[in-house]
Structures are given as C-alpha cells and as structure tokens.
C-alpha cells in the first residue's frame, strides 16, 4: 500500500558526509512522524532520528550535531544529512513512517571506511 524508498547510501571515508533520502508513495502529511533507523550487522536496529508532522526533529545521542532530519512535503521526501562520518555509523539505514500502520523502507547501506 505505502512505499518508502531509500537512496543516497554509498561509501565515504571517515569525516565525510552523506544525505540520505526517503522518498514516500502517498503524501507525507499524512503520517505522525517520520524516522531514520539503522542497524549493523550484530546488533539491533536502533533509531537515528524522527521528525513530527509539525516538523519538530528528535536525534539519538550518537549522531547528535552531526546528522540532520529535514522534510520536503512537496516533494513527500525525507532526508537525513550525514556529516562528520565515523565508522561506527556503518550501517544498512531505513526509513519508518508512522501512520495507522507502520511502514518500513528496505534500507540504504553506508559504509563509513578509509
């Protein structure tokens, strides 16, 4: 029924950035928030970032200073601004859409690397 699509993953090195995107089926207003997971190999898939339908941002401590939520309800698009990459944050990152359901993009790989 809904779609999210992830793109922008890659490899950079260490200090280098990187922007996400999630682009959704239907519109974007019509979710409660929408977040940023991530999940590396061995370990549980933890939250990165959220943003409300109001636009109001939430980061996990990790990446706070360093990565950026935005929303573009035109272009029914999120994004996740990357700076400042260590290697920690290798990892395959998915987009979560909170509505009457849940929905779950399949991940985007980005593998922070020298």
């Known amino acids: 029924q809904v779609r999210l699509v992830e793109s922008g993953g890659g490899l950079v090195q260490p200090g280098g950035s990187l922007r996400l995107s999630c682009a959704a089926s239907?519109?974007?207003?019509?979710?409660?928030?929408m977040e940023w997971y991530r999940q590396a190999p061995g370990k549980q898939r933890d939250v990165v970032a959220s943003i409300t339908r109001g636009g109001s941002p939430t980061y996990a401590e990790p990446v706070k200073g360093r990565f950026t939520i935005s929303r573009d309800d035109a272009k029914n698009t999120v994004y996740l601004q990357m700076n400042s990459l260590k290697p920690e944050d290798t990892a395959v990152y998915y987009c979560?859409?909170?509505?009457?359901?849940?929905?779950w993009g399949q991940g985007t790989q980005v593998t922070v690397s020298s």
């Open positions: 979560r859409a909170l509505g009457l359901e849940t929905y």
């Open positions: 239907g519109r974007l207003s019509t979710f409660y928030a």
